[in-house]
Structure formats: structure tokens, C-alpha cells
């Protein structure tokens, strides 16, 4: 079994080895490369404590975030890696940080302190695959073990369960069932997790392959992170848009909260703190959700939303269609997406720059400056936008003089 490593991986091995020091590819991307996917970053463990390996790589740049648990980042040829003496987690008194990290002598020692068996495995060039938690027979059985007793490991470290949940969702992989019975035992400790982590896992859950069937196999840890779903007791049936949506974040919360609505999926994204930019578009889409939308009023939409908001708000439409069996009124809002996409390539300014009257010109017609102006503005830039008058300066200014006599 062979695995490809780049230059930079092979060279901070050998360096660390010339020092008389072990080092071993570990973690996720062992995982990945078996499973054939693109390794994302490598990780290194080592045998070196961390100041032997600062030595080691004295003269390369260096960032010292997790030094505290054992962790170096060094910069090797613009490649940031990750290289971690070997350790166990020791305690978790608050089932968030372990209460001290201890170095230890093995890399079987590292490995068993990993959380699942296809994340327990190291690599090396010369020596291939170490696997003493059989990682790889779980990886070709589409299976996620914890290593050793799983009540114990999701007691120490409560984000397991989520993260669990989280590659089942990536990976299209089944949970073990005694894994899965103890993810689910022991749910309510992931109260104690702080929320940032929680949302990391759960945008990562969310825009898994699998992320659809993951929740279903164990829908109440998801409550325990979200008891704003809850709002509904049909909320599951979001997860049938899942498979109809692109990997769009803003889409896939939008989806979740389909039966809770826009206010119970505002609470739970602002009590987890996700950026403001992901709570906004989430919920601007599930209160236009339902929206009557036709060509007459396509470009009135792309106006207010933006045309990447409203294109989103389409799709999930029509996944929305295509969940009730409505599958011509889906056809028609694919229809909609291609009008979308020729107005977008068009390059047509739907905001009030693209009017054919300015302020200006309200101005000239003898409207006062103020409140009065902009609302006439908007008015006639819907108008536009609906078809209702051409976007022409004669008409609007007609339509605007009139409005100012009857005022
Ligand atoms: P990804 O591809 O998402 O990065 P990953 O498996 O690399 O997945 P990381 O969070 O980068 O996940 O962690 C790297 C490795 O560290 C994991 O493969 C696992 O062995 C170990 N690990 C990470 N978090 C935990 C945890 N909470 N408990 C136990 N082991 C963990
Ligand atoms: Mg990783």
C-alpha cells in the first residue's frame, strides 16, 4: 500500500529522522489518500518534543499556535505543516479541553488518543501503512469505529460525537452500532462544547456528500446542537431538499429550517455564532420561500436580493417543488434559472443605478429632497422592473410628475 507525499512531506520527514527522531504521516489525510480522495493537508506526529523539532527546522518560518498541545506549523516551501509530538489528551474534566497533554514514547500510543480508526493511522515512505486499530478494514467496510471504548471517548471529548456524525455526512460512511448507541447516550454532553466548534462540525455536516442520510441515522444529536429545530416536529423533511441543492451553506441551513422557519433558524445561527453574512442570506431565503415568482417579477427579485441570493432562492424553490411532487412548476423555475443567468450575462444593472431618471431629475420636477424622493425612486424602479412602464426617461418622468400633482 502506497501512498504519494509530496516533496515538502518527504523532506520534514527525513529531517526529523537525520536528528535521530520518528515521523510519521498521520490522521486525516492518511485516510483520505487510502480512500483515494485529494489529502487536504498532511499532518506530521513525531517522537521529537516540540523544541527538538523547532530546532529541526531552525531557519524555516514557523507558527506556534498549539505549541501548548505539542503542535508546530512549519513553512516548507509556502506548505504549511502541521508536525505534533506524539501524546495522549489525558483528562477532560469539562469534556471541551483535555486538562493537560502528556507526551508519550509510541506513535501506537498517538494513535490510540485519535478518535475514529480510519483517523488512527500513520504512514510511512519506507516502512507503508501502521494501523493497530484495523482503520483500513473499517475504511473498506464504510464503517466509523471509535477507537477503544466508545463511551469513554465520547465522555472525554464530546465534539466526537458530532465529529462522528460529521464524517458519516462526508464520507457516506455507517456508524458502528455500539459507536452509534454511545454517540447517542451520551448527546447531552455536547451542551458543555463551546458553540464554535459546534458550528464548524455541523457547516461541515451540512455540506457533506451524505450529510442527508448522517442526520437521519441519528437525528436527536442534531437536536442537542439545534433545539431550535424542534420549532417543528417535522423538521426532518428539510433533508429531503438536500439532495436537490448544491454545497451552498446558506442553502443547506435554509433547507434544514424548511418547517422551523426563518425566525427559529435566525435564533439557533446567531446563538451558535455563525458569521452575520450566513445568518442574513439563510433567513433572507426562507422568508422568500414561497414567494410567487414568474418572469414578471424575475427582475424585481434580482434587484432586491442580488442575483447570487435569488438564484439561490430558485433552486431551493424548485427542490421545494420537486419535494411535493410538483414537478411542472420545478420545470418552471429552471426556466427562471436560465432567464437569471441571460440577464446576468446581459449585464443588466437592475439596481437604481440601471434607471433611466436620477435624484437629480426628481429634483429638477420639483420634489423636495428627502424621504419623498427615494420612495419615488423605488416606486419607479419596480415599476421598471415589473414591465409595468418601459425604462424610459420620458415615461418615468411622467409617471413621477404625476404622483408629485397628486401628492
Ligand atoms: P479533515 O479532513 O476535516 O481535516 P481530519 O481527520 O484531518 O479531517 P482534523 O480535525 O484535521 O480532522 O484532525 C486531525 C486528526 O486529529 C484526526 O484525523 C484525528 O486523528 C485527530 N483528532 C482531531 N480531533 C480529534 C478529537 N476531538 N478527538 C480525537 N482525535 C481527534
Ligand atoms: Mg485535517
Given at each position: 500500500m502506497r501512498i504519494h507525499l509530496p516533496d515538502y512531506v518527504l523532506e520534514a520527514i527525513r529531517r526529523l529522522e537525520n536528528r535521530g527522531h520518528e515521523a510519521y504521516v498521520v490522521g486525516g489525510c492518511v485516510r483520505d489518500s487510502l480512500l483515494g480522495r485529494k489529502a487536504l493537508d498532511f499532518d506530521l506526529a513525531t517522537s521529537a518534543l516540540p523544541e527538538m523539532t523547532r530546532e529541526a527546522f531552525a531557519g524555516y518560518p514557523t507558527i506556534d499556535t498549539g505549541i501548548k498541545h505539542g503542535t508546530l506549523t512549519v513553512l516548507i516551501d509556502h506548505h504549511p505543516l502541521e508536525i505534533t509530538?506524539?501524546?495522549?489528551?489525558?483528562?477532560?474534566?469539562?469534556?471541551?479541553?483535555?486538562?493537560?497533554?502528556?507526551?508519550?514514547?509510541?506513535?501506537r500510543e498517538d494513535?490510540?488518543?485519535?478518535?475514529?480508526?480510519?483517523?488512527?493511522?500513520?504512514?510511512?515512505?519506507?516502512?507503508?501503512?501502521?494501523?493497530?486499530?484495523?482503520?483500513?478494514?473499517?475504511?473498506?467496510?464504510?464503517?466509523?469505529?471509535?477507537?477503544?471504548?466508545?463511551?469513554?471517548?465520547?465522555?472525554?471529548?464530546?465534539?466526537?460525537?458530532?465529529?462522528?456524525?460529521?464524517?458519516?455526512?462526508q464520507l457516506g460512511f455507517d456508524i458502528e452500532p455500539l459507536t452509534l448507541k454511545a454517540m447517542v447516550s451520551i448527546k447531552g454532553r455536547l451542551n458543555l462544547v463551546a458553540v464554535e466548534r459546534i458550528a464548524k462540525e455541523v457547516n461541515l455536516l451540512l455540506l457533506g456528500d451524505y450529510a442527508d442520510q448522517a442526520l437521519r441515522k441519528a437525528p436527536e444529536i442534531l437536536l442537542c446542537v439545534l433545539p431550535e429545530l424542534a420549532e417543528s416536529g417535522s423538521w426532518q423533511?428539510?433533508?429531503?431538499?438536500?439532495?436537490?441543492?448544491?454545497?451552498?451553506l446558506p442553502q443547506r441551513w435554509a433547507a434544514l429550517f424548511l418547517e422551523p422557519g426563518a425566525d427559529a433558524a435566525q435564533a439557533a445561527l446567531n446563538r451558535i455564532k455563525q458569521p452575520r453574512a450566513l445568518c442574513e442570506e439563510s433567513v433572507l431565503l426562507l422568508n422568500h420561500l414561497g414567494d410567487d415568482i414568474e418572469t414578471g417579477n424575475l427582475?424585481?427579485?434580482?434587484?432586491?436580493?442580488?442575483?447570487?441570493?435569488?438564484?439561490?432562492?430558485l433552486q431551493l424553490t424548485r427542490a421545494v417543488f420537486l419535494l411535493k411532487g410538483q414537478a411542472d412548476k420545478a420545470s418552471g423555475m429552471e426556466r427562471l434559472e436560465k432567464e437569471l443567468t441571460?440577464?446576468?450575462?446581459?449585464?443588466?444593472?437592475?439596481?437604481?443605478?440601471?434607471?433611466?431618471?436620477?435624484?437629480?431629475?426628481?429634483?429638477?420636477?420639483?420634489?423636495?429632497?428627502?424621504?419623498?424622493?427615494?420612495?419615488?425612486?423605488?416606486?419607479?424602479?419596480?415599476?421598471?422592473?415589473?414591465?409595468?412602464i418601459p425604462n424610459q426617461r420620458e415615461d418615468l418622468l411622467k409617471k413621477a410628475a404625476l404622483w408629485l400633482k397628486n401628492n
Amino acid at each position: 500500500m502506497r501512498i504519494h507525499l509530496p516533496d515538502y512531506v518527504l523532506e520534514a520527514i527525513r529531517r526529523l529522522e537525520n536528528r535521530g527522531h520518528e515521523a510519521y504521516v498521520v490522521g486525516g489525510c492518511v485516510r483520505d489518500s487510502l480512500l483515494g480522495r485529494k489529502a487536504l493537508d498532511f499532518d506530521l506526529a513525531t517522537s521529537a518534543l516540540p523544541e527538538m523539532t523547532r530546532e529541526a527546522f531552525a531557519g524555516y518560518p514557523t507558527i506556534d499556535t498549539g505549541i501548548k498541545h505539542g503542535t508546530l506549523t512549519v513553512l516548507i516551501d509556502h506548505h504549511p505543516l502541521e508536525i505534533t509530538t506524539y501524546r495522549t489528551d489525558g483528562t477532560y474534566s469539562d469534556a471541551r479541553h483535555p486538562d493537560q497533554v502528556t507526551f508519550v514514547r509510541s506513535i501506537r500510543e498517538d494513535l490510540a488518543r485519535r478518535d475514529f480508526t480510519c483517523n488512527a493511522m500513520a504512514y510511512h515512505p519506507d516502512t507503508g501503512l501502521y494501523d493497530p486499530f484495523s482503520g483500513q478494514k473499517d475504511l473498506k467496510n464504510k464503517l466509523l469505529r471509535a477507537v477503544g471504548t466508545p463511551e469513554k471517548r465520547f465522555r472525554e471529548d464530546a465534539l466526537r460525537i458530532l465529529r462522528g456524525l460529521r464524517f458519516s455526512g462526508q464520507l457516506g460512511f455507517d456508524i458502528e452500532p455500539l459507536t452509534l448507541k454511545a454517540m447517542v447516550s451520551i448527546k447531552g454532553r455536547l451542551n458543555l462544547v463551546a458553540v464554535e466548534r459546534i458550528a464548524k462540525e455541523v457547516n461541515l455536516l451540512l455540506l457533506g456528500d451524505y450529510a442527508d442520510q448522517a442526520l437521519r441515522k441519528a437525528p436527536e444529536i442534531l437536536l442537542c446542537v439545534l433545539p431550535e429545530l424542534a420549532e417543528s416536529g417535522s423538521w426532518q423533511t428539510g433533508l429531503d431538499l438536500f439532495s436537490h441543492l448544491k454545497k451552498d451553506l446558506p442553502q443547506r441551513w435554509a433547507a434544514l429550517f424548511l418547517e422551523p422557519g426563518a425566525d427559529a433558524a435566525q435564533a439557533a445561527l446567531n446563538r451558535i455564532k455563525q458569521p452575520r453574512a450566513l445568518c442574513e442570506e439563510s433567513v433572507l431565503l426562507l422568508n422568500h420561500l414561497g414567494d410567487d415568482i414568474e418572469t414578471g417579477n424575475l427582475r424585481l427579485l434580482i434587484s432586491r436580493l442580488g442575483y447570487q441570493t435569488a438564484q439561490k432562492l430558485l433552486q431551493l424553490t424548485r427542490a421545494v417543488f420537486l419535494l411535493k411532487g410538483q414537478a411542472d412548476k420545478a420545470s418552471g423555475m429552471e426556466r427562471l434559472e436560465k432567464e437569471l443567468t441571460c440577464l446576468r450575462e446581459e449585464g443588466i444593472d437592475l439596481s437604481l443605478k440601471g434607471l433611466s431618471v436620477t435624484g437629480r431629475d426628481l429634483l429638477d420636477l420639483g420634489y423636495p429632497e428627502g424621504e419623498q424622493l427615494g420612495q419615488a425612486l423605488s416606486r419607479l424602479l419596480e415599476l421598471a422592473l415589473t414591465g409595468q412602464i418601459p425604462n424610459q426617461r420620458e415615461d418615468l418622468l411622467k409617471k413621477a410628475a404625476l404622483w408629485l400633482k397628486n401628492n
